[in-house]
């Protein structure tokens, strides 16, 4: 479809482009593949590069051209476009969003749009992220700070389950994203707090409040009616079990979930992404480990409450929310429609700052996601 | 090679090895064919202070060989 | 240096595992996973390590006389080696809201010299250059560790298009960043001292001048990224040198590329224009002889999560470079890093010290000509 002459090309951002003078060859580079296009031209088309910036019309680029150079301009327009180089620089605003809600993710979505290489797919990824009804247990330094993010890139639905409160005086201050109400005269309870803070940044934002504490006999049916996608932070009284127990019901209802990092010994874990069927569920991840633990049995420590003996840092809650937040992100803007990751953890360590990896295969004979 | 700070003759005790959490550590356990990443999730609840305490979720995971590893 | 008569005991979060060979054992650190394998001859010696909580050397010698020698080099190894600590010390670690923080400190710091370490934190003057979405979140993260001064630096109000990372809401849209900082930390960390400047950065005189007004300070981080952080590093940095302040360039970014690092401590480790100078030597030959297309108004996306990585990395520098000495040492001296979001890895470039540096050689020490 030939382009109209009210089109403003724009080149998009994330696209570089060299040019060699000499022999009229400009190079395309993809910033985010790394792609790249050699195209040879005529020197007036490239002399014409720096005003596809979304001001200059075609029609305005055209003017003074004989026409059989308007001809070759429409082509090589059309054939940029084709490329996923050129964009309409309008292209925000034909998303489907409101304006609020394209404004405050203009940022990200430019981002998407350098990722998945046009409008469409950014607008079809993004109402992905918007519809879906995330439940996220656990609201501790990790959670709570992953929650921030999930905000931020535009998730609007949400189930929060913690049974616990804010203490004013606790160090629980010095783990708030968003400290919104800072005078918690009395004790506010997690869920509470986080759906005030929620507000703050999008008055849309609809959430169901479970002020629980996730057990053996908790009602999984009616909890995780409608969700879509569970994060799992819950580490009492162990995030195996609650991995277990959240990850059986998943794989069941088809529903993908990631074990989210931050519990003890894994301050910086990345987490790990499980889609039912499809990647190791915990009980894969927990046969594996059976496997390469069976002889590390730690002796029986000296001191019997260490609750309080237990180290954590800022930076490495803040490294697995935004681990985790990548894994949910890379998820929804996935164009297969659902992650390729392998099972597996990553570990940053903060003596060097490597990021350890290791595999988890699932267990063929697994009770709970082979057939 | 300059003379270790200890060692097993003089002070009774020497270091085998430090590492920063990198894989495959020399004397690791004597089955376990992966890294240091892939182990050492449950050094708290691994010892006997905490596994008394948990039998509920254990008995409601009914998890093949025993106790649950995270 | 370390005291026989404090009592002592293992410390909560380290982990003692036997191996298979004989008379060797595993000291798992678990707050930073670091692994100490010691070969222990007499068994009595691994048994009151195990048994350890609340006695002193000097006792343990007196009660085990024959093997004395041994146990007093092995305690005090295991103090150094941050595996045993005072237990004095772990009760003022107990009452401390920043409980979290010590212990993992306590993975580095040896017990007998945490609190005076703590002490210098506390002491700290932090200068932070930029609050946008790296610098809200690292500002937040600075304070919660605990410094004693924190100068917020940044000309700009609040916009909605800020809202998909960091730390702001919508009711903070129009209002100044640092202001809307420094008035949330006046309640959230009440000990912290917040200074604030609104000053757009355009000549390096107004760094000088700010910086003498505010007199010592312990360390500058440059998150200022408008241009680009390579603008805002040169307007800043070569104060820093002149005055010998370690200063670290926090955040910057390339689409799927967080920028990580570097750390300078000024006639030290490179400084900036080393790492520069280094970075051209490295240049992509495919395109060193073609003209790149200058594009001024590119608008380069961006992620809540890969902020929050930034934010991450730069946090765990802050820590190093406060505390630089014996124990921690500044990772990111001398390197670059770059996390990818397309492959979740983080890749690190080292660079030496430049013999003809027009910022850091000898012969151009004072006063630092920045061109």
Known sequence: MKLQDDYKPYLRDGVDAYVDDQRLIVTFVFLSTRQRLQVKAEQWLIQLLPFFDGVHSIAELSHELPEIKREKLHLFLGYLQSKGLLVDSEWLRQLVFDDEYTSSLQRQLNFMLDILGSPKCVSKAQNKIQCAQVAIFGLGAVGSALFLELLQMGFQNFVLVDGKNLRPDSSDRHTLPLAIDLSLETPTSKVDYYEKCARTLNKNVRIRKEKIKLTTGTELDTLLNKVTFVINFADEPYIGYTSLRLSRYCVENDIPMIVGGGFDAHLASMGELIIPKLTPCSDCYNSYFQETLKNWKPIKHAVRDRSKGIGGLKSMSQFSASSVALKVFRYFVNTGGQATENGGRGEFKFRDYSIDHFSVRRNPNCAVCCD | ?70 | MIDKTENLRLRPSVSIVSTATENVWEFFLSNTRQVRHLRIRDQRLIHLVTQLNGTSIADLVKEHPDIGSEIAHLFTALVEWCIVEYQSVSKTIFDSTHYRTLNFLSDFIPSYALLSEQRRFRNSKVILIGCGGVGSLLADGIAAIGVGELTLWDPDDVKNNNLNRGLFTRQDVGKSKVRVLADRFEKLYPDLKVTTVTELLEQETQISRHFGQLGSTDLVINAADYPNVDVTSKLIFPTCMNLKIPHIVAGGYNLHLSLIGPTIIPFETPCYKCIEMGLEQLQNEDFSHLRKLVRPKRNIGNLAPLAGISVSFTLNETIRTLLRGSFLYPFMSGKRGEFNYLSNQVNYTTFERQANCSWCSNTHKHPVNPS
């Open chain 2, 1 to 70: 090679m300059a003379k270790p700070k200890y060692d097993l003759q003089t002070h009774g005790f020497e270091e085998v090895s430090f590492e920063a959490g990198m894989m495959n550590g020399q004397e690791y356990t004597g089955g376990c064919s992966g890294g240091r990443s892939d182990c050492c999730t449950r050094t708290c609840s691994l010892d006997e202070n905490f596994a008394e305490s948990e039998k509920g979720w254990e008995d409601f995971l009914k998890v093949e060989g025993g106790q649950v590893q995270y």
